[in-house]
């Protein structure tokens, strides 16, 4: 099946600094992608849609100058949390998307991001 | 709106035992219904999905799901449970197709007694 891949799969870094998280598609090409944060025992929450390309789509209530999005190739999406803080830290998800008679989205791992 | 209600957070079966986990969802129109599982470490995996057709939907691992429209739900069964189905599951809706937005239920998570 579709692999996805998301790289580093847990990092902790000082508040102000910025993380940047890669999510991958190994054995396909993905014309969109998804990014996800999953607060402890809670459930997924949409942050953005990503198309290559073209501009992330965001969710109401996500800060796009926060949580800056890029799409630069079939294969990779990156997420890059500026300037992070205690409350950014979360468990961040991707999915990317297979159209066609798959129609489905696959899931990456999940970065686990601590923010001291 | 749409949305997805997981009715149970946890659940605890014997191995061996028949599992049903609830979801009802809230949408206008025929839905495009998925469950998903979450293991430790591991990236959610679709387990099935249902987009129209047949109502009971035969999924991997020995998963089946039955979309009833008269009760808006889409309860995920197995016959019979193992140990290493232990884990979260997800219920969730999308508008039309997995290309949109999929909005996800709070999660059950199954924890299996020997």
């Known amino acids: 099946g579709a692999v996805v891949s998301q790289h580093p799969s847990r990092v902790i870094c000082k508040s102000g600094t910025s993380v940047k998280i890669e999510c991958r598609s190994l054995?396909?090409?993905?014309?969109?992608m998804f990014w996800y944060r999953q607060f402890p025992k809670q459930s997924l929450m949409l942050m953005a849609t990503?198309?290559?390309?073209?501009?992330?789509?965001?969710e109401q209530g996500v800060e796009k100058d926060k949580f800056l999005i890029n799409h630069a190739s079939l294969t990779l999406s990156t997420l890059t949390v500026t300037s992070a803080h205690p409350e950014d830290s979360s468990f961040y998800i991707c999915?990317?998307?297979?159209?066609?008679?798959?129609?489905?989205?696959?899931f990456g791992p999940g970065t686990r991001l601590t923010v001291l | 709106a749409q949305s997805v209600t997981q009715p149970d957070i946890h659940i605890t079966v014997s191995e061996g035992a028949s599992l049903e986990l609830r979801c009802n969802y809230s949408?206008?129109?025929?839905?495009?219904l998925f469950w998903y599982v979450q293991s430790p470490g591991q990236g959610l995996q679709l387990l099935l999905k249902?987009?129209?057709?047949?109502?009971l939907v035969q999924g991997i691992k020995g998963f089946e799901a039955e979309f009833k429209r008269s009760q808006s739900s889409f309860n995920l069964r197995k016959p019979s449970v193992h140990w290493s189905d232990a884990a979260e599951y997800f219920c969730?809706?999308?508008?039309?197709?997995?290309?949109?937005?999929?909005?996800f239920g709070s999660g059950t998570r199954l924890s299996i007694r020997p």
């Open positions: 249902y987009f129209s057709g047949d109502t």
């Open positions: 999915s990317a998307f297979v159209g066609g008679e798959t129609d489905t989205q696959y």
């Open positions: 949408y206008g129109a025929t839905p495009y």
């Open positions: 054995d396909f090409q993905a014309t969109t």
């Open positions: 990503s198309n290559e390309g073209s501009k992330a789509t965001y």
């Open positions: 969730a809706v999308a508008s039309y197709s997995s290309a949109s937005k999929i909005i």
